[in-house]
């Protein structure tokens, strides 16, 4: 490994002209908590130095971190004087202003980028080697302007380089066992690939100069019996916080990084280890193992997971602050035991009101400067998606954490294969920093990357709002378009509908509207309604179906009348109610509805999809209860289920007399009056559950056998021998009965 850097080095000092007066003298790749730029960012930075005699003009001049595009950034009108430092922030903020602070369009990773100078005519000046330089720390010349580079545990912007320095050395570390289940005690060993020093912690703490030194195997084993500890710290306010009632299950989490006379000198590594519990063999979720130093969740001041200062200052909490991300490790473990993801990530607190109770759900960031800028793994096996952006690690959203633990996942279950932009999911059980945090559900993040994966398109090309047209990204001009154009046409004219469908995704917004209405999402439309088109000719508006936690209650509201009677312009229900004057869109609607109560909400397949939830989960909400105390016990949460099941076998009947009441039959008689034959039109897969009967005036039955023709779109029934007269169709179609008049000629 010294032989590389050596070779860097006289690779560098090759191309190094001798006529130059001005060199790199000194960078920073990765500035936590050196220098702030104007805008209070710690912006990476790049020093020049002139260690000439005269003033040099470097106008024109360029900077770059890529060989092959050495042009990249071009210096504005400037110059250094002799012995005099120059400092450019490599931000990627791109001003080049003559007297202002200057910001490249590039940033430098800590894990090796070169940084090129070249003239006004593109010819080479300097060159600093890509090296790997840890945070807050820096890589440059000692002494100034000299030929041998250092890495410094002391930067010195903008001033001579002094202090305590390495030569630029990488060392590689690894583990003797992979992360994961272990059925029995083991010893574990760090190997490095240089001389180095290696500290290691078990605590989740950052590896310092100071943390443990490696002189002999880790011994791995039962952590069963160990006091709780990051379980036992407050998450909460004392109304929503109780500690756990007992010892939660712990693994072991291992941090180690190398080190060189007080210096890190390589990537840190990181796992998570355990014994005793959690057995792939009759453990059937995936363990997600989250690993962070304690102080950036459970600090007083910089924790975001607990009440802290902020809530002792007056506010809600250090958790609802918005924004605040720290870095963590993120390790995944497939249903196998399997580790399939192991890497650095940052995380925020992630939703509304939820973010007060104790359990909280995380938003997971890959970015480049974590070493990745996506997670790879096809963790939802119903999408084709392999690469992510953002995750969530979600815990039961709303009221529902002290219910049922899986409400909205239930609902995205049922949706999954509707044309609807739901969120997938898979359950897993979670620790953070070695001890249990209790059941979660990995799932999609809703965002601009979300949309463009499953949906092919440019995550920068998108128009997303909310609610009432409150933009998220993009603008509302297109939707505004197409409310002016709905507000300001017949909605009786043909050609008015044919117009909006040319704007919105028509069956998109069927089914979305028929399940809102129909699983009576309670925290809906008002909040949580979220609509999207690709920002291209021919984009149509789309709407996102996502946080259902308050669905399932109250199966006798009638929220579909008001879709009738509401009359305010621009508000949530305009879209719906203007829609439904439309008659082919009327038409439509209710078809749907009535497909969704037979097929996709059809109450044994509700039922099914509820146990399905309940078989998957019981064998693990013993010890959610036990780490939370949410629900209280296993009766009460199996009591909260039922309350579900009381809604899926009840809901149906409220919707069939709700659409009955504010709706025509979604049948369709013609001709009328007829001759010879009578057709029944349907728009969904009636036939094998259709029964058809006609009476005549007196109520008595006819009988019509082998009459009918089952068809599609329509049942032919051959009526050529009835007598002239008035008779009643009855068609019954999963227990719910329509009835239409129709006239006999001759």
Not at 163 to 173: K, R, S, T, V
Not at 537 to 562: C, H, P, S, V
Not at 613 to 621: D, S
Request: glycine share 6%.
């Amino acid at each position: 490994m010294f032989r590389f850097y050596i070779i860097i080095l006289l690779i560098a000092l090759m191309f190094k002209t001798t006529y130059s007066q001005v060199v790199i003298n000194e960078i920073m790749s990765s500035n936590h908590n050196c220098i702030t730029d104007e805008d209070g960012d710690n912006s990476d930075w790049i020093e020049l130095y002139n260690f000439g005699n005269e003033e040099i003009d470097l106008t024109g001049y360029y900077l770059s971190d890529k060989d092959e595009n050495v042009l990249m950034w071009k210096l504005p009108e400037v110059s250094i004087k002799t012995k005099e430092f120059l400092l450019i922030f490599a931000s990627g903020k791109d001003r080049s202003f003559a007297g202002k602070e200057l910001h490249t369009n590039f940033k430098i990773s800590k894990y090796g980028e070169p940084v090129i100078l070249s003239d006004n005519s593109g010819n080479f000046i300097d060159r600093l080697p890509p090296a790997y330089v840890e945070t807050d720390y820096s890589f440059g010349r000692f002494p100034d302007a000299k030929d041998s580079l250092y890495i410094f545990k002391t930067p010195t912007p903008g001033a001579p380089n002094t202090g305590l320095f390495i030569i630029p050395i990488y060392a590689n570390l690894k583990f003797s066992h992979n992360p994961g289940y272990y059925k029995n005690d083991f010893l574990l060993q760090i190997y490095a690939s240089e001389n180095v020093d290696i500290r290691y912690t078990v605590d989740a703490s950052f590896p310092t100069d100071t943390s443990s030194l490696y002189t002999g195997a880790i011994r791995i084993d039962s952590r069963a019996g160990t006091e709780n500890y990051y379980s036992e710290i407050p998450s909460a306010i004392p109304k929503y916080w109780t500690k756990p009632l007992g010892e939660v299950p712990k693994i072991w989490t291992i941090r180690a990084r190398p080190f060189l006379d007080g210096i890190p000198v390589g990537n840190e590594i990181w796992g998570s280890f355990w014994i005793g519990h959690h057995n792939p063999d009759n453990i059937e979720l995936p363990v997600v193992s989250v690993i962070t130093s304690p102080e950036n969740l459970f600090d007083y001041e910089y924790g975001i997971y607990v009440p802290g200062i902020n809530y002792d200052d007056g506010g809600e909490g250090n958790y609802f602050l918005r924004g605040e991300e720290r870095d963590a490790f993120l390790t995944f473990f497939d249903e196998n035991g399997i580790k399939q993801v192991n890497q650095e990530v940052g995380i925020r607190i992630q939703g509304q009101a939820t973010r007060k109770y104790s359990q909280k759900s995380l938003r997971i960031y890959a970015r480049e400067k974590y070493g990745k800028d996506e997670i790879a793994y096809k963790f939802f096996p119903e999408r084709e998606n392999e690469i992510f952006k953002r995750l969530l690690l979600n815990s039961t959203m709303g009221d529902d954490w002290t219910r049922t633990l899986f409400k909205d996942e239930l609902c995205a279950y049922l949706v999954k294969d509707l044309d609807l932009d739901y969120l997938a999911f898979i359950p897993v059980i979670a620790f953070i920093n070695g001890e249990y945090w209790g059941i979660h559900f990995l799932k999609e993040r809703r965002d601009e990357y979300y949309l463009a994966q499953n949906h092919n398109i440019n995550p920068n090309k998108i128009d997303r709002l909310t609610n009432n047209m409150d933009v998220v990204s993009g603008n509302a001009l297109h939707y505004q378009e197409m409310i002016n154009f709905i507000t300001n046409n017949d909605p009786k004219d043909p050609k008015t509908y044919e117009k909006v469908k040319t704007y919105m995704d028509v069956e998109n917004f069927i089914d979305y509207k028929c399940m809102q209405i129909y699983l009576n999402n309670r925290d809906w439309p008002h909040n949580n309604l979220e609509f999207w088109r690709p920002d291209t000719t021919g984009g149509k508006w789309r709407w996102i179906f996502w946080d259902l936690d308050r669905a399932f209650e109250e199966y006798q509201t009638d929220n579909l009348t008001i879709y009738r009677t509401f009359e305010e312009n621009y508000s949530v229900f305009f879209l719906l109610r203007m829609l439904l004057k439309m008659p082919e869109f009327e038409r439509k609607f209710i078809n749907r509805f009535y497909y969704h109560l037979n097929n996709t909400v059809n109450t044994k397949i509700v039922l099914e999809a509820i146990d399905h939830f309940k078989q998957t989960l019981t064998p693990y909400v013993p010890n959610h209860i036990l780490r939370w105390r949410t629900p209280l016990t296993m009766y009460e949460w199996e009591k909260n289920i039922q309350s579900l099941t009381s809604f899926a076998m009840q809901r149906p009947t409220e919707m069939l007399y709700l659409l009955k009441q504010i709706f025509d039959s979604p049948f369709t008689i013609a001709p009328n009056p007829a001759n010879e034959t009578l057709n029944i039109f349907y728009e969904w897969d009636a036939q094998k559950n259709t029964q058809i009967e006609i009476y005549n005036i007196a109520g008595q039955q006819i009988d019509i056998g082998s009459k009918i023709i089952a068809t599609e779109p329509y049942f032919q029934i051959n009526i050529n021998e009835l007598q002239s007269g008035v008779y009643l169709v009855k068609i019954i179609n999963e227990g719910m009965v329509f009835t239409h008049k129709f006239v006999k000629t001759n």
